[in-house]
């Protein structure tokens, strides 16, 4: 499409990028020249309309070209401490432009996706090797599994059926290896803020959706967990999606449909967000059905779902469950009383950083306490609210307990704290600007406590993020959850072409579930020699084990060596 024309007969395109020098875009991966493109194309729009528009839409622009320089291209040799200012940026001007300016629902639709897309990208890593975390090893077993038949394995191993499923037919429609196509599917969760943002803006208005969708955009799981090649990104997709509906199509045949497809896919998908989604939609339908106290009485809308709703991935995890009859019930719990009962209390979050990084992040409990405030004020205020508000506050508060629960005293469940935080956060966040928006609670310049609440979850949440997570470094082996090496995968094909099958121990022990025909520990307890060992020559994020000195080197490049029992 070709842009207007101004008066002299030339195109404003040629104004827009004169001067500006873009050399540095042939380095960086196809998909982000494409943000930057449509970025471009929001400032050209909205150029004449006033010159602090024009500044704030540049300094987006700036930010975002800046953002991605740093964060996907290697060795850029400029302090890591640029990457987070331009992050911030990318998220702080978005909030403000919304707030000085009715900016319309495509342009806040845009800033939502591309700022979350690019700063998942950063994570994802074009020029690292391999996939982000470890995780994606079982995945690419999943996939190989499910490619080979539906057998014994798949189902012991425990694996879900809809995620290799729709690997398979993505792979086949764009003809790539699974390994290209898994990289960047995971892009498809940044999403989920855009789904929640449509939604509320049909009920709540723009701009106050739009701090909602932008705080959940913020949400550090999303943006350094939902990035791996996964079955959790996709069902995470499904529950929003379903969630999104229930706002926008108000034909009830339309809408059953959608949530049908949408609640019966996510019960194949993954098993965890299955059983969140059929707490989600069944709590939502309820609440409001319950005979309380007139101090509770809601507002009606028509935003809720019904119990069938819920019950659709509950039917459909049970058949799953039930399928290979005792097996499989079996293999799931005996795993995870297993998991209980021999797994220390994890960190909720990792990697190392600097003092004033980590006290800003530490702030974000503060955040979260004043976010769960002015909720039960609001629920405790004679003033009605909506329905759907009041099933999601009880729903922000059962995953705020879990979250806190597993923060405090430990993970009595294999659950992590992010995978309460992914729901606990858009469920605070929305109905925090709601109750205050909508005047439920009395708040002077509301406006303004929105934007400041806003702006601190959005910070918080940013300051979670280890440096190493938004700067390229494919030379750099990190022991914290990230990017392999080609210098670690080089030795997993070493060993597996001349190594003997024996256990390995390494302190990074998913390196080897793929492609190498033996066993591997990490080195926990080892007191005598056993197999081969790995050590690394710098190791960021862990002081680096010494190999038992018993062993001989048989191998030795790019940083890392194995030894060998002699």
């Known amino acids: ?110 800033f939502v996706l591309i700022t979350v897309s690019v700063t998942m990208l950063a994570a994802i890593g074009p020029n690292e090797a391999g996939f982000y975390g470890y995780d994606p090893t079982q995945s690419l077993e999943s996939y190989r599994l499910f490619r080979d038949g539906w057998g014994l394995g798949m189902i012991v191993g425990g694996h879900w059926p809809g995620f290799p499923a729709f690997v398979s037919v993505v792979v086949e429609i764009v003809g790539l290896d699974v390994e290209s196509v898994g990289k960047y599917l995971p892009l498809v969760a940044s999403t989920v803020p855009l789904f929640l943002f449509i939604a509320l803006s049909r009920t709540i208005g723009n701009m106050p959706a739009f701090f909602a969708g932008m705080g959940t955009a913020s949400t550090r799981t999303l943006l350094m967990f939902e990035v791996k090649f996964i079955e959790e990104p996709f069902a995470l997709v499904l529950l929003f999606f379903s969630i999104a509906v229930i706002f926008i199509l108000s034909d009830h045949l339309s809408q059953s449909s959608l949530i049908f497809w949408g609640m019966f896919s996510l019960g194949l998908m993954h098993h965890y967000m299955a059983a969140v989604g059929v707490v989600i939609f069944v709590i939502w339908a309820v609440i409001p059905q319950l005979p309380l106290p007139d101090r509770f009485e809601t507002l009606s809308t028509n935003n809720l779902p019904s119990i069938a709703h819920g019950l659709i991935p509950a039917i459909v995890l049970a058949i799953v469950f039930l399928y290979p009859y005792a097996m499989f019930s079996r293999f799931v719990i005996l795993e995870l009383l297993f998991e209980i009962a021999t797994s220390p209390p994890r960190a909720v979050e990792g990697g190392t950083s600097d003092a004033l990084r980590q006290a800003i992040s530490r702030a974000r409990y503060a955040v979260y306490a004043l976010m769960s405030a002015l909720i039960v004020w609001a629920v405790l205020s004679r003033t009605k609210l909506a329905d759907w508000e009041q099933s999601w506050a009880v729903l922000a508060g059962i995953f705020s307990i879990g979250f806190l629960g597993s923060v405090i005293g430990g993970e009595t469940v294999p659950l992590a704290g992010g995978r309460f935080l992914i729901i606990m956060i858009p469920l605070l966040i929305s109905v925090s600007v709601t109750v205050v928006v909508l005047n439920r609670v009395s708040i002077p310049r509301s406006r303004v406590v929105i934007v400041i609440l806003v702006l601190g979850l959005i910070t918080t949440q940013l300051a979670a993020i280890e440096p190493y997570r938004i700067d390229t470094n494919p030379s750099q082996m990190i022991h914290p959850e990230a990017h392999y090496t080609s210098s670690e995968y080089s030795t997993t094909n070493w060993m597996t072409e001349y190594g003997r099958g024996q256990l390995i121990i390494d302190e990074q022990p998913h390196l080897w579930e793929i492609g190498y025909n033996g066993d591997s520990s990490g080195p926990s307890g080892l007191s005598y020699c056993q197999g081969y060992s790995v050590e690394r020559d710098n190791y960021l994020g862990i002081d680096q084990w010494a190999r038992p000195p018993n062993q001989e080197v048989i191998y030795s490049a790019g940083g890392i060596s194995i030894g060998r029992c002699s």
């Open 1 to 110: 499409m070709s842009l207007p024309q101004d008066s002299s007969g030339q195109s404003r395109e040629r104004e827009l990028f004169h001067g500006v020098s873009y050399d540095w875009m042939k380095k960086a991966q196809d998909v982000t020249c494409y943000f930057i493109s449509v970025q471009v194309t929001c400032v050209h729009v909205m150029w004449a309309e006033n010159n602090t528009l024009k500044v704030g839409l540049s300094l987006y622009l700036i930010s975002l070209s800046l953002f991605a320089y740093l964060s996907l291209i290697p060795d850029t040799n400029i302090p890591v401490e640029w990457n987070y200012l331009s992050l911030f940026m990318l998220f702080f001007i978005p909030v403000l432009l919304s707030l000085k300016f009715n900016l319309p629902k495509w342009m806040l639709s845009g």
